[in-house]
């Protein structure tokens, strides 16, 4: 029987690449020297794409593609893929949830007490010398006294929460709708949760129907003691608001792991020293990224061998039709 062919458009971790290229005819397009003539002359030869985080699957890269069956992609959001046009298509959309959920609320839990606590900027003081010339580093704000608003009370904004729950501080959420069963309150507008709030978590999800909810509105409602954290994604902030609302006191600060247009960082943010910045690292260990990896080349392996995807996304459920492998 002939291997399967996978398309993977850009390079993915040596564990994805080596497992799959063991397994199924797998074109390394990113090493193609014209990419464009590769699609077209054998773009109907692929039956399934192995995704990075970052590399765009849209409608049209998708119709070069007729016996394309599945996108496995790499890392749990999937706003570079665009699900509802695969869902027209019957191309299956998997995504790698579950494994990396407990990584990166560790991530948020460090990233909020580094912001809050000032610890970079400490860590930078007693590296400068200063504590030795200067003395004590100044006092900081503090975790005690604060209610907690969470953006994207899904998997891992619950595990941020139960982290949060065991600090001892207030944790309330906003969402689409309220969640029976869960130990912490629901707001439906996210400006009246900002309101009552005085820090504010986002790890929603990218695409349409998240951009820009961190409006100047939501930040001036937040306050000026607020501090907000991103570690979902950087377009549900809008990051031109978040430097006008910092530069002007309207919030305290900011601690983000996510950026409008990654790797690029505004240099407005870059030149403050009370933020506190990350490369994008919510799911950065090699643990989880392994996990990751392998999460996406089971989807693969499952597929083909007529047992279904493991984790699809909600825009294209399972239905029970397996690959004709
Ligand atoms: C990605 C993430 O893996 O899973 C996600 O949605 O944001 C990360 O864990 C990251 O985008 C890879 O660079």
Not at 154 to 172: M, S, W
Request: with cysteine; proline share 5%; charged share 20%.
């Amino acid at each position: 029987m002939t291997k399967p062919t996978i398309l993977m458009p850009s390079r993915m971790m040596p564990l994805v690449v080596e497992r799959l290229a063991a397994r199924f005819h797998l074109v390394r397009l990113w090493e193609e020297a014209d990419r464009e003539a590769w699609l077209a002359a054998h773009g109907g030869s692929v039956r399934g794409i192995a995704a990075g985080a970052h590399h765009r699957i849209d409608d049209a890269f998708m119709g070069r593609l007729p016996h394309l069956e599945i996108v496995a992609s790499f890392g749990v959001g999937y706003d570079h893929v665009d699900a509802h046009a695969a869902a027209r298509r019957g191309v299956v959309v998997t995504n790698t949830p579950d494994v990396l959920t407990e990584e990166v609320a560790d991530l948020t839990l460090g990233l909020l007490l580094a912001t809050v606590r000032r610890l970079p900027q400490a860590e930078r003081y007693l590296r400068e010398g200063r504590w030795k010339a200067q003395g004590s580093f100044p006092l900081s704000p503090t975790l005690r006294t604060r209610t907690i608003g969470i953006l994207g009370y899904g998997r891992i904004g619950k595990a941020i929460a139960r982290r949060l729950d065991a600090f001892g501080v207030t944790v309330v959420y906003h969402g689409r709708r309220r969640q029976e069963g869960v130990p912490h309150r629901h707001y439906d507008s996210l400006v009246e949760m900002a309101r009552a709030v005085d820090t504010l978590i986002c790890v929603a999800p990218g695409g349409a129907g998240t951009r820009h909810l961190v409006s100047t509105q939501v930040l001036e409602a937040l306050g000026p003691d607020g501090v907000l954290i991103n570690v979902g994604r950087g377009s549900v902030v809008d990051e031109a608001a978040l430097i006008a609302a910092l530069d002007k006191g309207t919030i305290l600060t900011a601690g983000l792991d996510v950026f409008e247009d990654e790797p690029n960082v505004p240099a407005a943010l870059l030149a403050r020293d009370d933020v506190v910045l990350l490369p994008h690292v919510g799911s950065a260990s090699v643990h989880t990224r392994e996990a990751m990896g392998a999460l996406v080349v089971d989807n693969l392996v499952s597929w083909f061998e007529g047992a279904g995807p493991l984790t699809p996304v909600e825009e294209t459920p399972w239905r029970g039709e397996g690959a004709a492998s």
